[in-house]
């Protein structure tokens, strides 16, 4: 009797072990599930926004401030007044002016225009598109001016639907605003008189976008496009001056760290030691590095670290990154710079060098 119950008991137990494992296997697969379906969405979502230009938010994980750009303090405080366009219209109403809705940014390349556009988009927490006119502009008449027509139609529709603002980026504005009489097939002409309707208000479809245009070719861009007042503001985005690198520097260690955070939450230890920021920001500067330089140091400073310790096995001293560890990936970034100026490397650079995460 006792040994029937006994079995009875073992019996159920282990009926109900099987069955809590049967639960936990199905729960971890719905998890399972429902993560790919996810993951599934956002390609899709990608894929559409690749594709067809569709509008997507800015991702989490990269997601860049307006505080994260360094030694662009002037330009960055002008930005803040699309801030207040979002949040107090009626003042705008009442004074009779248009609240800003358009930035038009040059300057050399590497120096944060791209960035500022990311970072403006999550200030504003709008959409993003990002569109680089050479990807756009289409050898077939008629072709570029309907391209845009369907993105800038696009992002209309997107507002409209969720009430989140959206905005178009136009890298390599030069393409596009290019000085009269430039462009000898005519191809073009069409598609800028489809950006100049859409910012005159003529298509009706203004409201909800903010444009935001950039270009390094400024001397290819014509001066009467930018002087009409047809963009709220018109900035120069220049190479930093020592006390902007710097600053930069700064920053940019600091959002590595944040971003460490970001993805491994409690299991972050940070990246870097205490750094003597003056001394390496001056050596910076004497190379003339831009922002875009000081996060491809950073990123060598890592590379190298990485390759220590697969190589030599163990920490061979710390898994910081010291002074002398971006010291040394300073001087391998001059070195690159120097090998792509001269022509003999650009192919390689862009195969094995360039990574620019945003
Ligand atoms: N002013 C800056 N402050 C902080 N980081 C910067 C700054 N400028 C550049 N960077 C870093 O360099 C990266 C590349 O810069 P970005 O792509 O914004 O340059 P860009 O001006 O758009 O260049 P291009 O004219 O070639 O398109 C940024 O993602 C950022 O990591
Ligand atoms: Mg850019």
Not at 141 to 155: A, N, Q, Y
Not at 165 to 182: I, S
Request: glycine content about 6%; aromatic content about 8%.
């Amino acid at each position: 009797m006792v040994e029937t119950i006994l079995e009875d008991i073992t019996e159920e137990d282990a009926k109900k072990k099987v069955i809590n494992k049967q639960a936990e296997l199905i729960n971890a697969l719905q998890r399972k599930n429902s993560l790919l379906e996810k993951q599934l969405k956002q390609y899709k979502e990608r894929e559409e926004a690749t594709s067809l230009q569709v509008t997507i938010p800015a991702e989490e994980e990269n997601q860049v401030r307006l505080a994260d750009v360094g030694g662009l303090d002037a330009v960055i405080d002008k930005l803040h007044e699309f801030r207040y366009g979002l949040a107090h219209p009626t003042l705008y109403d009442y004074y009779v002016i248009n609240p800003p809705e358009s930035l038009f940014m040059y300057g050399p390349p590497g120096t944060g225009k791209t960035m500022i556009a990311k970072a403006l988009a999550t200030e504003l927490e709008t959409f993003f598109v990002n569109l680089r006119l050479t990807d756009v502009i289409d050898k077939y008449v008629g072709e570029t001016e309907k391209t845009l027509r369907i993105i800038l139609d696009k992002s209309f529709e997107a507002y409209k639907k969720t009430g989140r603002k959206v905005l178009v980026f136009l890298d390599e504005a030069e393409q596009l605003l290019t000085k009269r009489g430039y462009h000898s097939h005519g191809v073009m002409d069409r598609a800028v008189v489809t950006l100049n309707d859409f910012m005159d208000g003529a298509s009706g479809k203004k409201e909800g976008i903010i444009l935001v245009a950039a270009t390094n070719k400024i001397e290819m861009v014509d001066e009467a496009l930018l002087r009409a007042g047809r963009f709220s503001y018109v900035v120069e985005i220049p190479p930093p001056d020592l006390k902007g690198l710097e600053q930069i520097f700064r920053k940019q260690v600091s959002l590595q760290e944040r971003r460490q955070k970001q993805r491994l939450g409690g299991e972050a230890h940070g990246i870097y030691q205490e750094l003597d920021y003056r001394s390496i920001a001056a050596t910076m500067h004497q190379q003339g590095f831009t922002g875009a330089d000081v996060h491809e140091a950073l990123a060598i400073a890592a590379r190298n670290k990485i390759k220590d310790f697969i190589e030599n096995d163990e920490l061979s001293a710390s898994a910081y990154l010291g002074t002398d560890d971006i010291m040394a990936a300073v001087n391998q970034r001059c070195q690159q710079r120097y090998l792509t100026a001269s022509g003999s490397f650009s192919k390689q650079r862009r195969i094995g060098f360039s990574n620019d995460s945003g």
